[in-house]
T-cell receptor, first 115, second 115 residues
Framework: GNSVTQMEGPVTLSEEAFLTINCTYTATGYPSLFWYVQYPGEGLQLLLKATKADDKGSNKGFEATYRKETTSFHLEKGSVQVSDSAVYFCALTLRSGGGADGLTFGKGTHLIIQP | GAGVSQSPSNKVTEKGKDVELRCDPISGHTALYWYRQSLGQGLEFLIYFQGNSAPDKSGLPSDRFSAERTGGSVSTLTIQRTQQEDSAVYLC?????????????FGPGTRLTVT
């Protein structure tokens, strides 16, 4: 089956620190990869995506590169802010027919940024 | 335009009662997904609709759970004879399913508490 493994938190960093959240996956086919973010009291929002090997997704200073050889999609940011405090979910989906299967999520990483 | 909406936002019910949760997807989105978010299990995929048909019901946890979608738009998730382990946040997402865009846009969720 399909699965996503990500580091579990909480991860606590100081403002302006470098962030890496590791994510690796197993999939029965060729997946599309996503990072979703859930800010306190809010719903899930798409942060970035990559649909094929070596694609780099980026948004709000966050980046992740689709590495097929290592089945990884690690999330990075060069300088985090207090406002980045949230729970981050790595996810994948497989294309089927004319659409895509449901997302398979990792367990989420709670990120806490201290001023 | 409007995002995915769900109702009710909160539902408290007694064990053994039936509940209905509603999802209004983004207009024009052909695919609709239901997920469950709970502390113990994280984010779990429940069911996926393409139009009015459900090609993938693999995530429904038991035969007490059912869902339908009419007119290619609104969907209802029904839980019969609720149990305490059904307590969770139920999330709905929709997707345009066009080309390589398999992004899913999430609603705010319905928090279900079974007492």
């Amino acid at each position: 089956g399909n699965s996503v493994t990500q580091m579990e938190g909480p991860v606590t960093l100081s403002e302006e620190a470098f962030l890496t959240i590791n994510c690796t996956y197993t999939a029965t086919g060729y997946p599309s990869l996503f990072w979703y973010v859930q800010y306190p009291g809010e719903g899930l929002q798409l942060l970035l995506k990559a649909t094929k090997a070596d694609d780099k997704g980026s948004n709000k200073g966050f980046e992740a590169t689709y590495r097929k050889e290592t089945t990884s999609f690690h999330l990075e940011k060069g300088s985090v802010q207090v406002s980045d405090s949230a729970v981050y979910f790595c996810a994948l989906t497989l294309r089927s027919g004319g659409g895509a299967d449901g997302l398979t999520f990792g367990k989420g990483t709670h990120l806490i940024i201290q001023p | 335009g409007a995002g995915v909406s769900q109702s009710p936002s909160n539902k408290v019910t007694e064990k053994g009662k039936d509940v209905e949760l509603r999802c209004d997807p983004i207009s024009g989105h052909t695919a609709l997904y239901w997920y469950r978010q709970s502390l113990g299990q994280g984010l779990e995929f429940l069911i996926y609709f393409q139009g009015n048909s459900a090609p993938d019901k693999s995530g429904l946890p038991s035969d007490r759970f059912s869902a339908e979608r009419t007119g290619g738009s609104v969907s209802t998730l029904t839980i019969q004879r609720t149990q305490q382990e059904d307590s969770a946040v139920y999330l709905c997402a929709s997707s345009p399913q066009q080309g390589a865009s398999y992004e899913q846009y999430f609603g705010p969720g319905t928090r279900l508490t079974v007492t």
